[in-house]
């Protein structure tokens, strides 16, 4: 089942149960499929295209948590924490620390890295293996660990 006809099927049941929150957030989901379609002139997204838009949804999301926390409003910080927990329900299991540090030393050792200096590299060829699976800010963490 693709995406959107996943995201159609709970539509129709966020509107069966009144579940308005939820239904909002799926909703601006699909518009935001759909505008991306749009841009790139295409009739429909491939998977990781669609792994691309929900990133860059969560990422919206957890920047504008963090200026609502700063900013002391709680209401609309709690409000982003259960439209990411919706959102992340869509994308693909999120890997396990110990399968992420795998993959960062295999990579490590396949681009040939040494110091910090390799930190881009490293990152540029880590970030399509793991996209959607894995926080990009976490991948530089485990990166950022094993070169120092």
Known sequence: ???LERLNQDMKEALRNKEKERLSVIRMVKSSLQNEALK???DELTEEEELTVLS???KQRKDSLQEYKSAGRDDLAQKD???IEIIQSYMPQQLSEDELDAIVQ????E???????DIGKVMSAIMPKVKGKADGSLVNQFVQKHLS
């Open 56 to 58: 860059r949804e969560i």
């Open 81 to 83: 924490e259960r439209d």
């Open 111 to 117: 681009v040939g890295a040494t110091s910090k200096k």
């Open 1 to 3: 089942m693709s995406l």
């Open 106 to 109: 295999e990579t490590i050792a």
């Open 40 to 42: 790139l002139g295409k």
